[in-house]
């Protein structure tokens, strides 16, 4: 069964960094597409970063210029780089993945991010 383990998640004064990984195991088919989605507590999940094969990022503009999304092919992991944090990037992180053929997503358990003022 394909597994996607979220790491790194934690709680940090505004204006640090944190850095999350999602390693994907037990997954044979070639993945197009890696990213992070979020979900404050009462709201719905929305996407974060996603990242292509080639390497062709998306950005929510809420996080444009202060978020990284990154990719290592070889160790099927997706990391996010996140500075200037801001307590209103507090939310819980989820991992997916999308495979070429089927594109079916895959989803983590997620990772708690805690922003305080």
């Known amino acids: 069964q394909v597994q996607l ?12 960094s944190l850095r999350l990984s999602c390693a994907v195991s037990r997954m044979s088919f070639s993945i197009n597409v890696m990213g992070w989605y ?5 709201k719905q999940r929305d996407l974060v970063a996603t ?3 080639g390497r062709s990022t998306n950005y929510a503009d809420s996080v444009k210029g202060r978020f990284t999304i990154s990719r290592d092919n070889a ?6 780089e996140m500075n200037s944090l801001k ?19 895959y989803w983590g358990q997620g990772t708690q ?5």
């Open 5 to 16: 383990v979220e790491s790194g998640g934690g709680s940090v004064q505004a204006g640090g």
């Open 38 to 42: 979020r979900q404050a507590p009462g």
């Open 51 to 53: 990242i292509t094969s």
């Open 75 to 80: 160790k099927n992991t997706v990391y996010l």
């Open 87 to 105: 307590p209103e990037d507090t939310a819980v992180y989820y991992c997916y993945v999308r495979p070429y053929m089927p594109p079916y997503d």
């Open 113 to 117: 991010v805690t922003v305080s003022s």
